[in-house]
């Protein structure tokens, strides 16, 4: 039985990834949504095949909305390639940051997804989100309203990472079901099925990544986490994580998948 590491989710001081807190927290150390850990990748890496789907409808005419842009990094590599684009995001503290340096053709605006947003009806010919809120739920309205009707819709969405790394480091990472990959093959499709857009196209797939030390399996654990939980999670795991990374990592470094999700639609 390999040996049960230090679970930093049972520790007190442990943010829930994702919520509101917890990305408040990070736009206070980091100033935005940057994976702190090192890595390399195989080809092709999700967030390019996803530049690639989205750049296949941009034009010069095109009004493009980023949901969830966090500090606007991904936004920006869209620059001049349509005629205005927005990055929405909740989190002033990544606003902020996106602002710094952002050129006239791009703009970005605190908006809770969640709530009536601040456009007209047809806005949009491109509504995109990268791991943020999907504006196309069931029983949703903003996003089919200020999406153009033929307009299309993209997400993104990283489901979750394995390829060993859960099995290697019991109790730092949990298993998941055997059944996971249809259960999040499951969720998708019906998230799109469900809403009111033509399906264009539905994609799980897998990306490989390679963490390059130890302290990246820990680094990655405490994505988003506060310095003192960093600091015990350290003193309590790295001898073992160091010991378990030595015996199993390649040439290239730890090799994990990361499972992603892609979601294409057509607005009718
Ligand atoms: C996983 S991060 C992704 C950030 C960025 N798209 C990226 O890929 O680097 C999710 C983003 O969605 C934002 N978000 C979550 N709920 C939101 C809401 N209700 N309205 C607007 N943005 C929201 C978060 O603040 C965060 O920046």
Redo the contacts with the bound molecule.
């Keep these: 039985m390999p040996k049960l590491l230090f679970d930093p989710k049972k520790h007190p001081d442990w943010i829930l990834p994702?919520t509101a807190e917890w990305?408040a927290n990070l736009a206070l150390e980091s100033g935005g949504?940057k994976y702190p850990w090192k890595s390399v990748f195989d080809e092709p890496r999700a967030e390019v095949i996803f530049t690639e789907k989205i750049s296949a409808f941009l034009h010069q005419n095109a009004r493009v909305l980023?949901?969830?842009?966090?500090?606007g990094?991904?936004t920006k590599t869209f620059e001049h390639r349509a005629k205005e684009i927005m990055g929405?995001?909740?989190?002033e503290g990544?606003i902020a940051s996106a602002n710094e340096g952002a050129s006239e053709s791009i703009k970005f605006l605190v908006?809770?997804?969640?709530k009536p947003l601040p456009f007209f009806d047809d806005s949009f010919d491109v509504i995109y989100?990268?791991?943020?809120?999907w504006l196309f739920h069931k029983g949703m309205e903003e996003g089919h309203r200020i999406i153009k009707p033929g307009g299309t819709t993209l997400g993104l969405y990283h489901c979750g990472t394995d390829g060993g790394l859960r099995s290697l480091f019991p109790g730092l990472y949990s298993p998941h079901p055997d059944s996971y990959l249809e259960d999040i093959t499951a969720k998708f499709e019906s998230q799109m099925s469900e809403s009111n857009l033509e399906r264009i196209e539905l994609r799980i797939f897998e990306e490989v990544e390679y963490l390059l030390a130890p302290e990246d399996v820990l680094i990655k654990k405490c994505f988003g986490q506060k310095e003192s939980l960093k600091k015990i999670v350290w003193q309590e795991c790295l001898k073992d994580v160091e010991d378990i990374f030595y015996q199993h990592t390649t040439p290239r470094g730890l090799r994990v998948v990361n499972y992603h999700a892609l979601m294409v639609g057509r607005a009718r």
């Design positions: 994702q990305h949504y980023d949901v969830g842009c966090g500090h990094e991904f929405i995001d909740v989190n990544y908006v809770d997804a969640n989100t990268k791991k943020g809120p």
